[in-house]
C-alpha cells in the first residue's frame, strides 16, 4: 500500500487567477498521434510520484525518513550512499543515490498544465542517441515511456512522469554491460523511489523545462561545504587550479560526452542523510545527453535553457 494514497485529479484542483492558457502549445503533437498510445500509463490509484500540496501533512509525519531536498523529497533505498555533484560556483545541481547495483538520480522540472513533456523529452534523448550511433529503445512501463539505452560509459534507463506543473524524472545508471532490465534489481529501486517521491513545485515562475532548484538539507549542506573547501585546499597545494578557476586547454581533442560509470562516492545514507561527498560536476548521466531544440515548448529537459526576455515562464 502507497504510504500517502490517492493523489488529487487535476480537475479537482484549485485553479490559480492567473491564466496559463499560452503555457503550452496545442500543435505540439498531431491529433491522431495524441489520442492513441501504445505506451500507456498503468500506474494504480495511489502510485506516486506525489505532489506536495496533495500530502503535505502526512509527508510530515514521516520527513525524517526522507531526504529532503527542496523541489523533491525522496526516499532512500535501504544500504544506498549519496552522492552530490556541485557546480563550478560550489553550488549543488544534482543529488545521486548510489546501490549495489547502480545509480539512481532524481529530478524535477518546471512544465505547463498540460500533461505531455516526459513524451516529447524521451522523444528527443533518443533522437540525440541516434545521432551519436547509439541505438536506444523505448519500453512500456506503469507510468508510459522508459527509455532504455547503452553507452560505452554506462547502461541507462529513463523514466518520467508528468505532474500538476511539473515533470519529474529518474534516471538509473549501472556498470557498461551490466544492463538496466526492467525487472531488475536497479529499475524496481529506482521505480520505488518514484513510487514515494514527493515534488514540491512552489509558485514561482520557472521556464519551461528548467530544472526545480536542489537545496541541501543544513547539515548536509554544512559537511559538503567542508568537504568542497578541503577540496578546493587541496588542489591549489598541489598547483592544480581551484573549481571555478579556468583549466588550461590540454593539447588533445576533447571525447564525446558520455555518462560516466556510476559507483558509490559517499558516505551511508539510511533515513535522514548524514554524510556525502561533493562530486565536480557533470559527471551525472542523467545530465546527458543535451537534445536538440523541437517546435513547441522549446528547450531541453536535460539542461537548464537560457531564456530571452518575454518568453513563457511557469
Given at each position: 500500500?502507497?504510504?500517502?494514497?490517492?493523489?488529487?485529479?487535476?480537475?479537482?484542483?484549485?485553479?490559480?487567477?492567473?491564466?496559463?492558457?499560452?503555457?503550452?502549445?496545442?500543435?505540439?503533437?498531431?491529433?491522431?498521434?495524441?489520442?492513441?498510445?501504445?505506451?500507456?500509463?498503468?500506474?494504480?490509484?495511489?502510485?506516486?510520484?506525489?505532489?506536495?500540496?496533495?500530502?503535505?501533512?502526512?509527508?510530515?509525519?514521516?520527513?525524517?525518513?526522507?531526504?529532503?531536498?527542496?523541489?523533491?523529497?525522496?526516499?532512500?533505498?535501504?544500504?544506498?550512499?549519496?552522492?552530490?555533484?556541485?557546480?563550478?560556483?560550489?553550488?549543488?545541481?544534482?543529488?545521486?543515490?548510489?546501490?549495489?547495483?547502480?545509480?539512481?538520480?532524481?529530478?524535477?522540472?518546471?512544465?505547463?498544465?498540460?500533461?505531455?513533456?516526459?513524451?516529447?523529452?524521451?522523444?528527443?534523448?533518443?533522437?540525440?542517441?541516434?545521432?551519436?550511433?547509439?541505438?536506444?529503445?523505448?519500453?512500456?512501463?506503469?507510468?508510459?515511456?522508459?527509455?532504455?539505452?547503452?553507452?560505452?560509459?554506462?547502461?541507462?534507463?529513463?523514466?518520467?512522469?508528468?505532474?500538476?506543473?511539473w515533470m519529474v524524472r529518474a534516471v538509473a545508471a549501472a556498470p557498461p554491460g551490466t544492463g538496466v532490465p526492467t525487472d531488475g534489481p536497479l529499475a524496481e529501486a529506482t521505480r520505488a523511489v518514484l513510487r514515494e517521491t514527493v515534488v514540491r513545485r512552489g509558485s514561482d515562475p520557472h521556464p519551461v523545462r528548467a530544472p526545480l532548484p536542489v537545496v541541501l538539507p543544513p547539515h548536509l549542506a554544512e559537511q559538503l561545504a567542508a568537504a568542497y573547501n578541503q577540496q578546493v585546499a587541496a588542489q591549489q597545494q598541489g598547483g592544480q587550479p581551484a573549481p571555478g578557476q579556468p583549466v588550461p586547454p590540454q593539447p588533445q581533442q576533447a571525447p564525446p560526452q558520455q555518462p560516466q560509470q556510476p559507483g558509490p562516492q559517499a558516505g551511508p545514507a539510511g533515513g535522514q542523510a548524514n554524510s556525502a561527498q561533493p562530486q565536480q560536476g557533470p559527471s551525472n548521466p542523467s545530465a546527458q545527453p543535451q537534445p536538440k531544440r523541437r517546435r513547441g515548448v522549446s528547450g531541453s529537459a536535460m539542461q537548464q535553457i537560457g531564456r530571452q526576455p518575454g518568453e513563457s515562464q511557469r
Open positions: 500500500m502507497a504510504l500517502f494514497g490517492g493523489r488529487k485529479k487535476r480537475s479537482d484542483r484549485d485553479e490559480p487567477e492567473q491564466d496559463y492558457a499560452e503555457d503550452f502549445v496545442d500543435d505540439q503533437f498531431d491529433e491522431d498521434e495524441s489520442d492513441t498510445d501504445e505506451f500507456e500509463a498503468t500506474a494504480p490509484e495511489g502510485v506516486g510520484p506525489f505532489d506536495y500540496e496533495d500530502v503535505a501533512e502526512r509527508l510530515d509525519a514521516v520527513i525524517d525518513q526522507r531526504l529532503d531536498l527542496g523541489s523533491v523529497v525522496l526516499p532512500i533505498p535501504d544500504g544506498a550512499q549519496l552522492q552530490v555533484e556541485m557546480g563550478q560556483d560550489g553550488a549543488p545541481q544534482a543529488v545521486h543515490l548510489t546501490t549495489q547495483h547502480g545509480r539512481i538520480t532524481v529530478a524535477a522540472y518546471a512544465a505547463p498544465k498540460t500533461p505531455g513533456q516526459w513524451r516529447e523529452v524521451v522523444t528527443e534523448i533518443a533522437d540525440t542517441m541516434r545521432e551519436q550511433n547509439v541505438t536506444p529503445s523505448i519500453e512500456s512501463g506503469i507510468w508510459g515511456r522508459e527509455l532504455v539505452v547503452a553507452t560505452q560509459a554506462a547502461d541507462l534507463r529513463f523514466i518520467g512522469v508528468d505532474g500538476y506543473r
